[in-house]
T-cell receptor
């Protein structure tokens, strides 16, 4: 089976812009979670989608949003980018039903200038 | 509030030695404890996981020891190899009541260097 794929792998944006990141889960996985990884804060949970519905949300401002499509692919959007949004954004997929085992993609490296 | 505390931050081990990484948690509702391995430029890869009804789980050279009463768990890497040099993260999760959602809470990570 193919693993979790994320596009793009690298992105450079300027403050105030918005960005959309994409994640394709492992085939058959219905849950997609997003995490932000920074050297200072480590890995932090953003939100989780299951069957096109946001099922759980972490402590991030409303500038961070996401959605999931009927084929389980997910997108994450960050509006009005700030310098502090520079991070590795990781997507993880799981079965979603008693599916606590999460498999991560390679991440999207976002740099905000 | 850091719910999973991981130590040490960095670890240097001789090839063939034992690497030990420790984690402690606060939330007694946690019921699933995975360890992830991350190489530079890659996403975290699941290494091994344990549930609190088991005190130890072994997979190859990797062993998780779990102490429920102390709310601590640790990763032991036997016969450490240079290829094991990576950052290791412990994590914990619990099923969010009514939602069926699992949210991973991670430790800060341990950078392991195995020297020849």
């Amino acid at each position: 089976k193919a693993g979790v794929t994320q596009t793009p792998r690298y992105l450079i944006k300027t403050r105030g812009q918005q960005v959309t990141l994409s994640c394709s889960p492992i085939s058959g996985h219905r849950s997609v979670s997003w995490y932000q990884q920074t050297p200072g804060q480590g890995l932090q949970f953003l939100f989780e989608y299951f069957s096109e519905t946001q099922r759980n949300k972490g402590n991030f401002p409303g500038r961070f949003s996401g959605r999931q499509f009927s084929n389980s692919r997910s997108e994450m959007n960050v509006s009005t980018l700030e310098l502090g949004d520079s991070a590795l954004y990781l997507c993880a997929s799981s079965l979603g039903v008693r599916g606590e085992t999460q498999y991560f993609g390679p991440g999207t490296r976002l740099l905000v200038l | 509030q850091q719910q999973v505390k991981q130590s040490p931050q960095s670890l240097i081990v001789q090839k063939g030695g034992i690497s030990i990484i420790n984690c402690a948690y606060e939330n007694t509702a946690f019921d699933y404890f995975p360890w992830y391995q991350q190489f530079p430029g890659k996403g975290p890869a699941l290494l091994i996981a344990i549930r609190p009804d088991v005190s130890e789980k072994k997979e190859g050279r990797f062993t998780i020891s779990f102490n429920k009463s102390a709310k601590q768990f640790s990763l032991h890497i036997m016969d450490s190899q240079p290829g094991d040099s990576a950052t290791y993260f412990c994590a914990a999760s619990t099923r969010r009541s009514g939602a069926g959602s699992y949210q991973l809470t991670f430790g800060k990570g341990t950078k392991l260097s195995v020297i020849p």
